[in-house]
């Protein structure tokens, strides 16, 4: 490290991540303060110290080098999430919701375009672009107004899920437009040279999707069961560490194919989804994704001359009505016609009527492989800005909207059903009327007579472990089992906490308890909290922490071994005094 700074180049990336850093923390931190989300902040950052502003970084050339693997974390983060059990009540009309939205803004958008001075290719990749909704911007959304259970939320989840496998295709899409706009240079041609061009583009298509399929096949049949026997040596570090071999090793793949690494970053995680350890990995890739992809998306930024966006101020205006408008209509028409109420299709449109992360990933990828300008690439960003900025301010409205139109009859039967009984849709918070649910940490003797009484109770109970084996051994006897640390926000999430009503820590380990406390209670400041520990000065820790009860285990034994040496004695002083008449 200390050769790398002393050399121009590594002084150079060092003072340019200290400016990246620096003032995308400030930006963002202001965005937070007025409740928006940072992304927008991380782009107008690198508009403010780009070359085209202040000029503090006169160019990107070494940030990008930073931010090509932030965006293969971040691609890799994305697939992590992909759950499509969230969509198991009402698969087929969710799918059908998303895929019709998606279809439908692209191909409207495209036609729109088309009247512009914008090429075909151009106008479709930011067509494909701008059909993507940010999915960051809506979870974000829902946990905040804990609506999580809610069917408009639910709903939205899945298009999200549709929309991020369409990106998929997007992603392999790009080079292809690269190939049809700029064609195909001789010396390029290999195996395929004087052909004509159309044949050249199927056969390598149709190569790079073969590829593809393999690799999606033997990740399926070979990934979790190396994923078991690295997990089995007890190092959650190793375990990261393979995980991100996997994602660039797939990146790598996917390039040699003739596609975008960040789609097989995407296809890694979404592989990575499919083994039992996906919850952990993504809560241990979380902070080291979260700083890369300030670095991306502030990269994103240094590319964006503000004089263009000025002075096509009414084109980026009219872009965001046009599109807001757009979604709206086509999210919210389709949800209607699926079987929702208008008033929750409403919600679920407006939660998603923005642009979002995945557009500027394809809009990047379009830039560098020549299928769209700086111009129009200034021009979209504007509008990706603006609909992030402007989105999250229309959803209390958006209720008092909803609320209007519960009297509007519904299109056809339900065909969608809740998880849970809600409130109107304009209420903050949904009513559960789901049985009580106990999160468990650690299965050991503890943890595994507490679930036993639960199972005799019928209490349903999620177990998180971080034994490979254990889990195994739980998941083989049908219970629900989330394997990760009890302290990763993202194991909390996966194993229900925003829904639990208590979490009992059944671990010894006094210091991971104590952690474990301050997470929970982080994301859940009602749920009853119960721990043990082994001494009575972890007691009062773990209250000022958060804790509603403690067990104290020198207590629990004092007690315990009390009891059960004066019932000893007792039964010792019967056998020795008899009483009377007793033989």
């Not at 070359?51 to 974390?73: F, N, V």
């Not at 998306?297 to 964006?304: E, K, P, Q, S």
């Not at 004089?307 to 807001?324: A, D, F, K, S, T």
């Not at 299109?411 to 059903?417: E, N």
Request: glycine share 10%; net charge neutral; with cysteine.
């Amino acid at each position: 490290m200390t050769h790398l700074l002393a050399s121009a180049d590594g002084m150079a990336l060092a003072t340019d991540l200290v400016i990246v850093m620096g003032v995308a923390a400030v930006v963002a931190w202001v965005f937070q303060v007025v409740r928006i989300d940072a992304i927008p902040g991380y782009l107008i950052a690198g508009v403010l110290i780009g070359p085209h502003a202040l000029g503090l970084i006169p160019g990107g050339e070494t940030i990008d080098q930073i931010s090509s693997i932030a965006i293969i974390l971040l691609m890799a983060g994305i697939g992590m999430h992909m759950d499509l059990t969230v969509m198991r009540r009402g698969l087929v009309h969710i799918m059908a919701i998303g895929a019709i939205s998606t279809l439908g803004v692209l191909f409207v958008t495209w036609g729109l375009l088309a009247l512009t001075p914008l090429d075909v290719q151009s106008a479709l990749a930011v067509a494909m672009g701008v059909s993507m909704s940010s999915t960051a911007v809506f979870v974000r959304i829902v946990q905040q107004r804990r609506e999580s259970r809610s069917l408009h939320a639910r709903v939205g989840l899945g298009v999200a899920i549709v929309q991020d496998l369409f990106a998929v295709l997007y992603l392999a899409l790009i080079p292809v437009l690269a190939r049809w706009k700029t064609g195909i240079a001789p010396e390029e041609a290999g195996w395929f040279e004087g052909m004509p061009r159309w044949v050249e583009v199927a056969a390598r298509g149709m190569l790079g999707v073969a590829g593809v399929f393999l690799m999606v096949l033997l990740g399926r049949y070979l990934l979790p069961r190396a994923m078991r026997i690295v997990a089995r040596s007890g190092s959650n570090e190793l375990v990261l560490i393979v995980s991100g071999a996997v994602a660039f090793g797939a990146a790598v793949i996917t390039t040699k194919l003739g596609f975008s690494p960040e789609m097989g970053a995407f296809i890694a995680g979404f592989l990575l989804a499919g083994t039992p350890y996906r919850f952990q990995l993504a809560g241990q890739l979380a902070p080291v994704r979260d700083v890369l992809m300030a670095v991306f998306f502030t990269a994103v930024g240094l590319r964006i001359a503000p004089g263009i966006v000025l002075e096509n101020w009414w084109v980026v205006l009219l872009g965001v009505g046009m599109l807001m408008s757009l979604k709206v209509v086509t999210i919210g028409g389709s949800g209607w016609l699926q079987g929702m109420t208008a008033s929750g299709a409403l919600l679920t449109s407006i939660y998603l009527a923005n642009a979002g992360e995945f557009t500027l990933v394809l809009a990047s990828q379009a830039l560098e492989t020549g299928v769209i300008s700086e111009h129009t690439m200034g021009v979209l960003t504007g509008v990706v800005v603006c609909t992030l900025i402007i989105s999250p301010m229309l959803v209390r409205p958006a209720h008092e909207w909803g609320h209007r139109l519960s009297t509007v009859r519904l299109a056809r039967v339900p065909r969608i059903t809740p998880l849970t009984e809600t409130a109107p849709d304009n209420a903050d918070e949904p009513v559960p009327v789901a049985p009580a649910h106990v999160i468990i940490a650690g299965i050991g003797p503890v943890g595994r007579a507490l679930a036993d009484r639960l199972l005799t109770k019928g209490v349903p109970f999620t177990v998180v472990e971080l034994n490979p084996r254990t889990v195994e051994r739980q998941s083989g006897l049908g219970r629900r089992v989330v394997y990760g640390d009890i302290t990763n926000s993202e194991v909390l999430e996966s194993a229900g906490i925003r829904d639990a009503d208590a979490v009992v820590i059944t671990i010894p380990d006094s210091e991971i308890m104590l952690r474990a406390v301050q997470a929970i209670r982080r994301v859940a400041p009602k749920v009853f909290i119960a721990v043990r520990t082994g001494y009575l000065s972890g007691k009062v820790q773990a209250m000022q922490l958060g804790a509603d009860h403690v067990t104290v285990e020198e207590i629990a034994t004092a007690v315990a071994m009390e009891q059960e040496v004066m019932e000893a004695l007792t039964r010792r002083g019967e056998r020795v005094n008899p009483s009377p008449g007793t033989a």
